[in-house]
C-alpha cells in the first residue's frame, strides 16, 4: 500500500522560504515517479514538479522555476521541495503524489490513493 506522509508547511513571508518533506513507504522511487502538486482554494490541482523513475529527469511548472528545487533521498524514501523566494500566489495545500512523471510531457498522472494529505503553505504580502 502507497503511504505518503508530507511535512514542513506553514506561514512565511514574501520571499522567504519553506522545504516541504514527504515521507514515502509502500513502494520505492525506481517503482513509482515522485513530486508534487498544488491546489489552491476554488483553482484547479496542478503539477509543481515531479522526478520521473526511468531516468530521473525532472518537470518544474513554468511559474515555480528558479525558485523550487526538488530532491530525493532513496535511502530514506523521502523526497524534498525546497521553496525559496516564496510568493503570495505560491498559497496552497501542497501534496504529495506517487505515479507516472513524463517532464516531456510536462504532467504526471497519478492513481487515486497514491496521495498524501497535503500540507499547508500560506505566504502573505
Known amino acids: 500500500e502507497v503511504q505518503l506522509a508530507e511535512s514542513g508547511g506553514g506561514l512565511v513571508q514574501a520571499g522567504g522560504s519553506l522545504r516541504l518533506s514527504c515521507a514515502a513507504s509502500g513502494f520505492t522511487f525506481d517503482d513509482y515517479g515522485i513530486g508534487w502538486f498544488r491546489q489552491a482554494p476554488g483553482m484547479a490541482r496542478e503539477a509543481v514538479s515531479c522526478?520521473?523513475?526511468?531516468?530521473?529527469?525532472?518537470y518544474y511548472h513554468d511559474a515555480v522555476k528558479g525558485r523550487f528545487v526538488i530532491s530525493s533521498d532513496k535511502a530514506k524514501n523521502t523526497v524534498y521541495l525546497q521553496m525559496n523566494n516564496l510568493k503570495p500566489e505560491d498559497t496552497a495545500v501542497y501534496l504529495c503524489?506517487?505515479?507516472?512523471?513524463?517532464?516531456?510531457?510536462?504532467?504526471?498522472?497519478?492513481?487515486?490513493?497514491?496521495w498524501g494529505q497535503g500540507t499547508q503553505v500560506t505566504v502573505s504580502s
Open positions: 503524489a506517487a505515479g507516472l512523471c513524463v517532464p516531456s510531457q510536462r504532467a504526471m498522472a497519478v492513481r487515486e490513493g497514491n
Open positions: 522526478v520521473s523513475s526511468s531516468d530521473g529527469t525532472i
